[in-house]
């Protein structure tokens, strides 16, 4: 049973061998890239997003040109998702090493 006439219908779908490769890629990351440097990435892009925020937050009080309430709120909550994110998997590397620590040998 073949699927082929259903891919016109589905332009955005890609084929699963493709899809495959791009999981693939991405499990082996750039060349010289470890865990530490893209948690250390993800640290700093959270940083960013709170600056941002603060930004935000003050360009509001201030009254300062093109802030509104809306782009304040809306960096406001990126920022904090982004950073309960972080605490989560935080949380979740934290656990993981107590686990091998109590691994016996």
Not at 65 to 91: C, W, Y
């Amino acid at each position: 049973m073949s699927i082929g006439g259903i891919n016109p219908l589905l332009p955005n779908v890609t084929p699963i061998q493709s899809a495959m490769e791009q999981v693939k890629k991405t499990e082996q990351g750039p060349q010289g890239s470890s865990f530490g440097d893209m948690l250390s990435d993800a640290m700093k892009e959270v940083n960013d997003l709170q600056n941002e925020a603060n930004t935000n937050i003050e360009g509001l009080t201030l009254k300062k040109e093109g802030i509104t309430p809306h782009s304040a709120m809306v960096a406001l909550e990126k920022a904090d998702v982004a950073f309960q994110l972080m605490n989560a998997i935080r949380g979740k590397i934290i656990r993981a090493y107590e686990e091998v620590i109590r691994t016996q040998v």
